[in-house]
């Protein structure tokens, strides 16, 4: 699965979130920019076309129009996302990268507790 750069992870966001659109719906979806204006039609175009190139969704043709549909699922790319971060800053281990989450993340007691009792279900 190829990464996705940050505005094509953006489309997919809205794909995932809608399960199916036309390129018209990610254009409203999606937030103005700096300037407050929306994405060009054309830009999310060419980006969806991208992103059918790289597996990740699929067009229906209907008329003279296309809707997409994501073939890969976000819990796919998460899974795939977290497994790198946890190679590439963890030494692959499960337990570093939950001690940095637990710490950097000032945990309150309950969300620690939280985290123990759904480590301890896994059992």
Known sequence: MEKLTEREDQI???????????????????????KGKKPHYNTVATLVKLLEKKGYV???????????????????????????IKEKYFGNSLPNMLAYFA???????AEREELIRLIQSQK
Do not use: C
Request: glycine fraction near 2%.
């Open 58 to 84: 699929e067009a229906e043709r209907i008329g003279n129009t296309y809707r997409y549909h994501p073939i890969i699922q976000l819990s796919d790319y998460r899974d795939q996302d977290l497994e790198e």
């Open 103 to 109: 710490k950097s993340e000032k945990l309150s007691d």
């Open 12 to 34: 997919m966001r809205i794909i995932w979130e809608q399960e199916s659109v036309f390129i018209k719906d990610i254009v409203e979806a999606m937030p103005p920019s700096r």
